[in-house]
């Protein structure tokens, strides 16, 4: 996110931290528990202003609704792979496949 460092850090900090909890939670044969991220575009939530939303719109990026958040967590729940990542862009929900190294 341009002129937002704070925000583009975290988002990256959380997307590390759940790769290297699934990796270490299957390392320590811990199986049961599964780590996961869902990372949304945008949701029409109050955190998304309604009067932003027709500027959002006319770049491309859609605007998805909040059980587009839900339907992506269901299916990360499902797939129980340790360490996924989820995107959420309009109505796709796309687990994404990211190299991991293995030591």
């Known amino acids: 996110m341009p002129g937002d460092i704070a925000y583009t850090t975290t988002k990256h900090a959380v997307i590390g931290f759940v790769k290297s909890l699934g990796a270490t939670l299957v390392q320590r044969g811990q199986t049961g528990v599964c780590a996961s991220a869902l990372c949304p575009g945008f949701i029409d939530t109050p955190l998304v ?18 059980s587009q958040v839900a339907e992506a967590a269901m ?29």
């Open 49 to 66: 202003p309604k009067e932003h939303q027709p500027a959002i719109l006319e770049r491309g990026a859609p605007i998805a609704p909040p």
């Open 75 to 103: 299916q990360a729940l499902a797939a129980h792979q340790h360490g996924s990542l989820w995107t959420i862009w309009g109505d796709s929900i796309r687990q994404y496949e990211q190299p991991t190294l293995e030591l």
